[in-house]
Structures are given as C-alpha cells and as structure tokens.
C-alpha cells in the first residue's frame, strides 16, 4: 500500500498489531459488560414502548396488561440467561448456538442456527441505529430530516471503531453504556421515593391525552392474540444475550466462569430496568400509539400528522426529573448514545461467527483472516455493508425494522437449547460419578425448560409478527442458508478434486516433451529476454510466434528476424479478421492434440510499468491470452517480465515507504527493529 493511503488507515484504525499480541485484546468482565451486552441493556430504551403500542390498540384500559406482560418477560429473560450459562461452559470455544446445533442436531440444524443469528445481527446494527437517530431527531430537527444518511453515517464510524479493534472499542463504549444503565437506576430510585415516600404527583407529557382504540371491547381470542402480540415485541429486550455465548473466546482467562458471570450480570440489569421503566409508565400515565397523529387526542382534537411521539424512556424520565433538568439531559443523551453503540453486539458476533462458519467452508475464507488490529476485519465491514444496505431500504425505520426483529434469535434460542439437552443426554449415558450425574441433571431439566419456553415464544412470535414483517427475516435467512450449502458444497468439490492421490497418477507423470512457444509481435528487449528464457529452459522444441494481422508489419519481423539471425524458428498465423487472441489458443490446442501427453510451455514477454495509469496502456493482450490459455488443459503460462523506468521509479518509492514509520509506530520503534533489538539483549 502506498504511503498516501497508509496515512489515513494508520490515522483512522491505528498501528497493526503483531499477531502474538492476540492476547493483550482479551476482555475483562467490566469491559465485556458493555461490548456484548450493550444490545440487550440497551433495548429497554424501546421495548417497554413497543409493548405499551401494541396495547394501544385495545384503547387505555388494555395498559393494565402491561404488568405482566413484564412479568412474562422476566421469566423469559432468566430462562434464557440460566440456560446460556450451561452453554457458555459446555461450549467455550466461542461457536456459541452454532456449534451446540451442530455438534448435537447435525449440520443442517448448526446451519438454520448460523443463519439465523447472521439475519439477527444484521438486524440489531439496523434496529438500533435507527431507533438512535429518532431519540436524537427529537432534540436535533436535522437528524429527523436526513435519517437515512446520519444512520449510515453512524454506521460507518462504529465500524472504523471496530476496526480498530475489540479492546479498544470497548473502552470507548463502556462510559456512554454505564453512564446509561446508572441513569435509569437512578431514575427508577427517585420515581420510586417520590411516588412511594414522598407521595408526589409525576405525570408524563402525554398522560393528558386520550387514546382512540382501533378495536375497542377486546375480548376472547382476540384480546388473547392481542397480548401475546404485545408479549412478542416485548421479547426485544432479550436480543443479543446469545452474543456472551458466541464471544467467550474474548474474555480474559477463566474465560467461560468469567463470560457466565457477565451473562448474569447483564440479565439481572436488563429485567431490572425493563420492570423498572414498565412500571414507572404505568405510575405517570405515559399514553402510546401506533398512529399518534390519528389516534391520540388532546381536549378532543387528533393531534395530527406533526406530532413528534417520544419514545417511553424519554417521557418517564420527563415526568421523574422534570424537562430539561440536568438528569433528564444527561438520561437522554445517554440513551441516544448507547442505542447507537448497542449494534457493538452485532460488530462482536457477526465477525467471529462469520470466521467460525469460513473454518467450517460455509463462508468465503476471507472472513477467516484477521486485519491489522487482530479484528475480523472482512466480516466487519460486511456487516457494515448488510445493515446499511437494510437501512437505506426501510429509509432507517425503527417501527418498520423491528417487525422483523426477534425471529432469527428464538430460532436460535430453541435450536441450542434443544441441542443441549441431547448434550447431557449423550454424557449421563456415559458418566459414572453420581455428583456429576447429578449436575448434568440439573443442567438438562433448565435446557429442556428453556427449549420449551423459547419454542413457545417462537410459534407466538411467528403467528403475531409473520404478516407485519417477520416473513422478511425468515426470507433472509433462506437465503443465508441457499447460500452457504452452495458455497460449502463448491468448497467440498474442489477439494475433492485437487486432493493428491495415494498412487501415481497424470499429475505426477512428467510430461513425454515440453514445447515452448514465445509470443511476439515485434522484436525489441522484451522479446529478447523472453527467448533467452525460453533457451534456458532447454525444452525438446522451441519456437517463435507472431500473429498476422498487419502484413506490412509482419514482412519487417520476418525481415528483422534474419537480419539478426536469431537462431528460433518464427512461425507466423494468418489472421484474417485481425484477432490475435483465437489464432494462439487454437494452435496452442492443436499442438496439444497432436501429442496430449506433451506440455505447451506459453512464454509472454510482458512490461512492468509505475503507474496505475500505464497499465491501461500496456499488456492488455497478454492479459486476455493469459485469461484463455488458464481454461485450457496441459498449457503452463510462463511471464517474462521487463522493468520499464517508471517500475524504478516505483521500486524506490516502496523501499522509502518501507523506511518510514506510520503514525503510532515511532515511540515504540518498528517491529522488525524491535525484533531485532529483543533478539540481541537475550543474547
């Protein structure tokens, strides 16, 4: 890479780091806290409100409800939490869902998982993006009036930060996520006094406005849909808890004790503020609806197509703190921030998933590669690339985008959970020691529980969600899943056929005879070099070959070439629709049919130039015949290269970008100074 584009990567994603640094990018719990459960802490901005819209519809009276639609919620959320910690230690080596499914279900079960959570991540990045940017456009009006391109403007600089690396990221991202889970304690702690101990009055901005139901008398199957409905959007607030298990690679060392340990913390701050909130809504009449401009009335007038509705967080935090005080700024600049960072989950699960499934030959190996930073840098900007493509389509929605939420993740949830308890199944059948039995045991009946509750949940968010937008998940993930069994099947067949075979066989037969055959057009250093090669080879037949297509040209090589007396045959091809490409391939294909078990040895004298622009202007023939001559069995292509002045001029300028340190690197020395120097003092 050129020193003007090295400069900006330096500057924007640091200094490459040595791979046997690998280990100074491990997570503490405080630090992995925030990278990984920045999703699930950070839904309880939006689930509680998405609850409170889908009660809506039944008209205020139905918001009785939303208690213990929470209440429901918790369970889930403890469920899931107790059965992921048998996970995280059965499974430490970070495949997470994937590998429980696969390991105990079989690949196809391991690839619906992997499928899933990759339609999941892409999801997360999009919905929380999006729900960022309209908690911000309620305080910034130009935010609201260029959504799609500040979400993607977001985007890109979370993904620069990811870039950057796991570690750092996480530093970056711990204060704004602690600042917020501090800030809704903090505020469900002083609701809670006032209302309980001092006996005050807070009402929420909207808790004067009256909510006009789109079905009102619910009752029977409908009003059973309608809350199992408003259960499903809740189930938001459990989004990313899988990432702890898919990540317990990058905790620090004991890495699954300390990875189950920040799964309990995040699930004990997740339904702490999800009940917190639900609860204050209910104390300061917070009034919600999925068309407010239709729906909400004030003194009896809709409060029409203007009305900005913001979101729950926001009015509990207006009626607790009182608007514009310094805890309510503070709350929701926080929350704007961490529902930005939130998609942090999806830049940590998306990449070492993607890795996983590359080992596995179910995705390009290229997500399989760390970058400079020892991030997996391929899969980070497909990720990048996946969700801002999402955003731009749904024109950064979070109403819109949240429909097809929650799908992939309770398909993952039932899969591994079903998949652990023919894990314990598996070792009870062998394990003899009745303490471990035991502990298996236990571990099976909370898996079973969990698959049992998460399949449950499936079925109802499938029935309520398919029509509003869920089918376009389940679309995605078909696709993921089309498009992995191709690419693993396209892995497995040319391994199949490149694999060496124990005996001999017409790969390792050395050819009867080599014919060489250099390319020219006119005689000159190229051609020069390329036929004193061709005459080190010491092949059995070597000639020269022209193609016609000017014939007064061609009469001055024939003239040139016994001027000179080169002592190489020169054979010219008569090319009468002046192509130069055909006339090669089919002689070079007749030569091979006249004896198939010699080989054709193409020798192609080729200019090496300094500029990108100069490649335009030269060896654009050498390149097409080079692009036929590779589909053509027992040909090898031989490139002869000459150095023009301006490949000099080149050659210097990388020798001085070799000797110039990047930004960052000149404290510390370059590596292989360093290398040096910590090899001479051992000595």
């Known amino acids: 890479m050129s020193k003007l584009t090295d400069v900006p990567k330096r500057i924007l994603i640091g200094r490459a780091l040595r791979s046997d640094r690998l280990g100074e990018t491990l997570l503490p719990k405080r630090i992995a806290l925030p990278v990984f459960a920045s999703d699930p802490l950070s839904s309880v901005a939006y689930a509680p409100g998405e609850v409170l819209l889908v009660l809506s519809i039944a008209g205020v009276t139905a918001y009785h409800f939303s208690p213990w639609i929470a209440v429901a919620v918790v369970v889930l959320m403890f469920t899931v939490v107790a059965s992921y910690r048998q996970n995280v230690h059965a499974y430490p080596s970070g495949g997470g869902d994937y590998e429980v499914a696969n390991t105990n279900l079989g690949p196809r079960a391991g690839l619906t998982v992997a499928s899933a959570l990759l339609v999941d991540y892409v999801l997360t990045v999009a919905v929380s993006i999006s729900s960022g940017i309209e908690n911000l456009g309620s305080a910034i009006p130009f935010v609201v009036e260029h959504k799609v391109l500040c979400a993607i403007g977001v985007i890109v600089l979370l993904t620069l930060m990811n870039l950057r690396g796991v570690k750092e990221s996480g530093s970056l991202f711990a204060i704004p996520t602690y600042v917020f889970v501090a800030g809704v304690f903090t505020m469900i702690a002083w609701g809670a006094f006032r209302g309980l101990v001092l006996d005050d009055t807070m009402r929420a901005p909207t808790a004067d406005y009256v909510i006009k139901p789109e079905h009102q008398g619910l009752a029977g199957f409908a009003l059973v849909f309608l809350l199992l409905r408003a259960f499903s959007s809740g189930c938001a607030a459990l989004t990313g808890v899988e990432a702890i298990s ?42 919600m609806a999925e068309n407010p401009g239709r729906d909400l009335f004030h003194n009896g007038v809709p409060l029409g197509g203007d009305y900005v509705q913001n979101p729950v967080i926001s009015q509990v935090a207006e009626a607790v703190f009182g608007k514009g005080s310094f805890l309510f700024i503070v709350l929701a600049a926080a929350t704007a921030l961490v529902l930005f960072l939130a998609a942090n989950t999806a830049y940590n699960g998306f990449p070492l998933l993607g890795s996983i499934l590359a080992q596995d030959r179910y995705l390009p190996r290229q997500l399989h590669t760390r970058g400079d930073r020892l991030a997996f840098s391929n899969g980070i900007v497909l990720l990048a690339g996946a969700a801002g493509l999402l955003v731009g389509i749904y024109g950064a929605d979070s109403t819109r985008l949240i429909q097809l939420y929650i ?23 062998t394990e003899q020691d009745q303490a471990k039995r035991r502990h298996m045991i236990r571990s099976r009946a909370i898996n079973a529980f969990g698959a049992f509750f998460t399949g449950l949940v499936l079925v109802v968010v499938l029935v309520t969600k398919f029509t509003h937008g869920a089918w376009v998940a389940l679309l995605g993930m078909v696709i993921f899943y089309a498009t992995m069994t191709a690419i693993r099947k396209h892995y497995d067949r040319v391994a199949e056929e490149i694999a060496a075979p124990e005996g001999p066989s017409d790969d390792s037969v050395r050819p009867s005879r080599i014919h060489s055959v250099v390319l020219i057009s006119k005689i000159h250093r190229p051609t020069l070099r390329a036929l004193a090669y061709a005459k080190l080879m010491r092949s059995d037949s070597l000639e020269a070959l022209s193609v016609n297509v000017d014939p007064a040209e061609t009469k001055a090589l024939r003239e040139e070439w016994e001027r000179r007396g080169i002592d190489v045959p020169l054979k ?28 054709v040895s193409v020798i192609i004298p080729e200019y090496v130039v300094g500029h990108w622009y100069e490649h335009l202007l030269h060896n654009q023939s050498a390149l097409r015949l080079k692009g036929r001559l590779l589909f053509t069995p027992g040909i090898m292509v031989t490139s002869v290269p000459y150095q023009l002045q301006s490949s000099e001029a080149a050659k210097k300028r990388a020798r001085r970008q070799q000797e110039w340190n990047a930004p960052g690197s000149v404290r510390r020395g370059p590596a292989q100074v360093r290398s040096k120097e910590s090899t001479e003092h051992k000595s």
């Open 246 to 287: 898919n990540g317990v690679p990058a905790f620090r060392k004991p890495k699954s004790k300390n990875a189950a340990t920040t799964l309990a913390m995040m699930g004990l701050l997740a339904v702490t503020m999800f009940c917190g909130i639900i609860a204050l809504a209910a104390a300061t009449d917070v009034r």
């Open 407 to 429: 799908v992939g993740v309770f398909v993952s949830f039932t899969l591994s959970q079903t998949g652990m308890v023919r894990h314990w199944n598996r070792h009870l059948a």
């Open 572 to 599: 010219v091809l008569d090319s009468p629709y002046r192509e130069i490409t055909r006339p090669i391939i089919e002689y070079v294909k007749g030569l091979r049919k006249e004896s198939p078990r010699d080989a």
